[in-house]
């Protein structure tokens, strides 16, 4: 039985949520929030969301590539996240890992949103959307005619770029400049496990302006 701590809102707990409706793979959602927490942290003193718990093979894994490897090795569905090609693999690892740095980079930005007035920091943001408007540059050179980003199958780093592409453009806006990334999180939006993870926060984004 595998379980889910995250949270809907969350973008990296739709990056892992994504790859678990990719494949229907079952599992049981556990939201991280004043109830849970204690269990979670108890769980993960670092504290960050998503982490999976697998009461069969009795593990609990962190980090949500990790996460969607771990799924992609264990748990392997029509959809496969790694391809089996070292130079391949290599690839959807590296883009993952941009894809997360955009996704830190931009939570930056929506946290900041939710701060009090007076515990802002104007300086972080502005240096922030500065560092994602330099991955939006490096996104857009690699996305060419493929579907996705490393080739035209979906892997573990589309599962990364959906999240932090639809949070990040709603708070550094692609300005008409990155055609290719508007079309792009099109069809990841377009994904019927992503729209999914993004339909089922939807009752929550009053909880975070900026979202
Ligand atoms: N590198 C981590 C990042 C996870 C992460 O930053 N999650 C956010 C939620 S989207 C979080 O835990 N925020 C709460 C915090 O930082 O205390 C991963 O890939 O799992």
């Known amino acids: 039985m595998l379980t889910l701590y995250g949270h809907p809102i969350s973008s990296y ?3 892992v949520l994504t790859a678990l409706y990719e494949n229907t793979t079952p599992f049981e959602f556990i939201t991280v929030d004043q109830n849970t927490y204690v269990d979670f942290i108890a769980l993960w003193p670092m504290g960050k969301f998503p982490i999976l718990l697998d009461s069969d093979r009795k593990r609990m894994v962190t980090e949500t590539s990790v996460i969607i490897e771990y799924l992609d090795a264990y748990y392997p569905g029509k959809t496969r996240f790694i391809p089996t090609d070292l130079d391949a693999a290599l690839e ?34 502005e240096e922030a959307k500065r560092i994602v408007r330099g991955i939006y540059a490096v996104i857009e050179a690699q996305l060419s005619h493929d579907a996705f980003i490393t080739a035209g199958s979906f892997t573990l780093a589309d599962c990364a770029a959906a999240p932090a592409i639809w949070y990040a ?5 692609l300005d008409g400049a990155f055609p ?32």
């Not at 939006?189 to 009053?206: D, G, I, M, T, Y």
């Open 92 to 125: 959807v690892r590296r883009w993952d890992r941009v894809f997360d740095h955009l996704n830190t980079t931009m939570s930056k930005v929506v946290v900041d949103n939710i701060r009090p007035e007076g515990q802002r920091d104007p300086y972080g943001v």
């Open 180 to 211: 290719r990334i508007a079309a792009y999180l099109e069809r990841l939006k377009a994904r019927p496990a992503f729209a999914r993870a993004v339909k089922e926060s939807e009752p929550l984004f009053h909880m975070y302006p900026g979202a």
């Open 169 to 173: 453009t709603r708070n550094v806006p």
């Open 13 to 15: 707990t739709w990056k």
